[in-house]
């Protein structure tokens, strides 16, 4: 019988793996991961492992924190270890010193935790280690199709349109930010042999997007929807990004209003977008992914997101639109929530005369 995973060894291991980084990892002896990772991942990979217990959780900043921490951000598995450890301070908006003294500590003994409970049994609310499912359902007489992929959004490939919140004004975040908006912007920059930036052509498309349509100098409406190129996420299939307006900054202040009608007529304006610019390209546009748009810094619980993105879709599918609808998230908890979206779907008309299935 394998030893039971302490705490302590994880936690001692994981600085290890700090100052190694990924590439590194081959060889070098980890046994508190390397039980973890047997005990959970198919092929007992300690990244895998890794990679699972930062998306269990639920805090933004100190996930986007532990995943530039252990190299798991996108771009940085090959990062120094001192460049690293900056840019995870980036994040707090500490010095690089206090960040290794405080919030460093913090982070590793979180990921630590979530690594003992995976390696005990603690299961991802039916999940387990998948990251990609499907959710079948009977909805308008048809057989339809939702993807969930429980990931970071900058991992996603194949999906020819990603829909992005962001703000009224279009102004992104910096990319060291944990939000989707960041993610996406960080992982479609181009960048040098050092990580540096060379060209941030999300940021630069989105910044032309209001003089263009004659809205420069003043928020846009909520519910508006930009669409721009995917700069060096082109590379992964994805063709296109759909800024959606929906958090509208409280003067004063850092934080944001989301309105669930706002989120609903955001995406009803992205599935419109979507059919426009479907025969723009080849081959068309034809899948399309969501997050569950107000959820972070919106402040929108997860149900309530899910509700408001759902009006929308549900209204096009009805219509008859044959769109690939996938959706993206980061928490367990979201994705069963979109697992049991069948049970909440209204049966059609007929049904419910007849009483039958559709």
Known sequence: MAAPVDQASVFAELKDVRRAGLVRLRG???????????????????????????????ADTLRAAAEYTLGLAQGTRDWPASSRRT????????????????QELMVLGQIADHIVALADGGAAEGWGDASHRHVDFRLAGRSVRLSVHVHPVDLLRDVDVVVSPTNTHFALPETYKSSVSASLRRAGAVRGVTGDILDDPILDELRKWPTLQGASGHPVLPGTVAATGSGALASQGIRRIYHAAIAVPRAGTNDYDVLPADVTRAVSRALALLADEHERFTPPLRTVCFPLLGSGRGGLPYEVSLGAVWAAVEAEFARGARWDVHFVVRAPAAATLLERLPTRIRPSRDQSRTGQPG
């Not at 840019?87 to 405080?102: H, I, L, N, P, T």
């Open 87 to 102: 840019r995870a301070a980036q994040v707090y908006g500490v010095s690089v010193e206090r960040f290794r003294k405080d």
């Open 28 to 58: 070098r002896a980890l046994p508190a991961l390397e039980r973890a990772a047997a005990a959970r991942i198919p092929d007992g990979s300690i990244e895998a492992l890794l990679r699972l217990a930062v998306a269990r959780v639920d």
